[in-house]
């Protein structure tokens, strides 16, 4: 019903041109007809032409009103246009997101990002129920949970663009431990996000929560981040090597070896070897000696 009714609106113009242009030629012709029909009506060509000039000075106004009209919804359709672009330029988008930590599945953090393309002002938060009542630290356990952090309960006065805000939230043996385990995964929430432009326009965004949504994801390994695990390797090299840097110069004793320092090794190392076999020599000629009887 809506385009039928913007059709009819953008045909309009046009019948309403037609028949500006179509009423002075079914004028004229009604004129020489009916001077031809009726011999007393009598017009000159000076009488002829007047009402010619005439009806084409009503029909330039009536065309001339037409236009300025339209160009005034253009002009109009423009500005809007112009506001808009200049209102999306400066939209901000705050969202809100979870996911688990690095460090282990079984801990998730909170991400709190502004995605659009201006700043974020009075940013505030609120939960409801899944039925759309108010959700409280009384009747809804995640509330408690999300409290924690004071932004979400206090709200943030700006965010800017690109700016993130993560936090841990939860870990599950906490939540295990305060709801029970059959109802871990039964969790759910709504959480509201209101936030204003620079010029104070209001916007929303909301994030539905159910944890049912998480039941049986798992990973394989110990970190879920692989760069986490490259970092606790790097520490690890780095408490076996730390050791070495506790005097107090922090400098290492390293001993250098030159060419000339290795040809003395290797002839020192020579020498013992001869004294070796040279012991060795001894103590076989000692026991090959005959021994001497009486």
């Keep these: 019903m809506n385009s039928d009714s913007k059709n009819e609106r953008t045909l309009l113009p046009f019948v309403v041109l037609i028949g500006v242009v179509v009423a002075p030629l079914i004028f004229i012709a009604g004129l020489i007809f009916g001077t031809e029909l009726n011999t007393a009506i009598v017009l000159t060509s000076d009488s002829l032409s007047s009402w010619v000039g005439a009806i084409a000075t009503v029909s330039i106004a009536v065309l001339t009103f037409i236009l300025a009209k339209e160009t005034w919804h253009l002009r109009i359709s423009q500005i809007a ?5 200049r209102k999306e330029s400066m939209r901000p988008n705050v969202v809100v997101s979870l996911q688990p930590s690095m460090v282990s599945i079984t801990f998730w953090d909170v991400i709190i990002q502004n995605l659009g393309k201006g700043i974020a002002q009075n940013v505030k938060f609120s ?4 039925d759309g009542s108010n959700a409280t630290e009384e009747n809804n356990h995640l509330v408690k949970v999300f409290n924690k952090l004071s932004l979400f309960e206090n709200g943030c006065s700006s965010l800017g663009l690109g700016q993130t805000i993560k936090s841990f939230l939860l870990g599950f043996g906490d939540l295990e431990r305060d709801v029970g ?5 039964n969790q759910k929430i709504r959480l509201e996000i209101y936030f204003e432009d620079a010029e104070g326009a209001p916007y929303k965004n909301s994030l539905d929560i159910d944890f049912a949504d998480i039941k049986g994801i798992s990973t394989l390994g ?6 986490y695990s490259v970092f606790k390797e790097i520490e690890k090299l780095r408490k076996i090597f730390e050791p070495v840097f ?9 001993d250098t070896y030159n060419t000339d320092d290795r040809v003395i090794e290797r002839e020192q190392q020579i020498e013992r070897e001869k004294e070796y076999l040279a012991q060795i020599e001894k ?3 000692t026991v090959n000696k005959p021994i001497k009887q009486d």
């Design 127 to 130: 939960f409801k129920n899944t």
């Design 246 to 254: 506790k005097s107090g110069n922090k400098r290492l004793k390293v």
């Design 283 to 285: 103590r076989n000629s």
């Design 222 to 227: 110990g970190a879920t981040d692989p760069i």
């Design 181 to 185: 385990e059959d109802n871990v995964f």
């Design 81 to 85: 246009q112009l506001n808009e672009i």
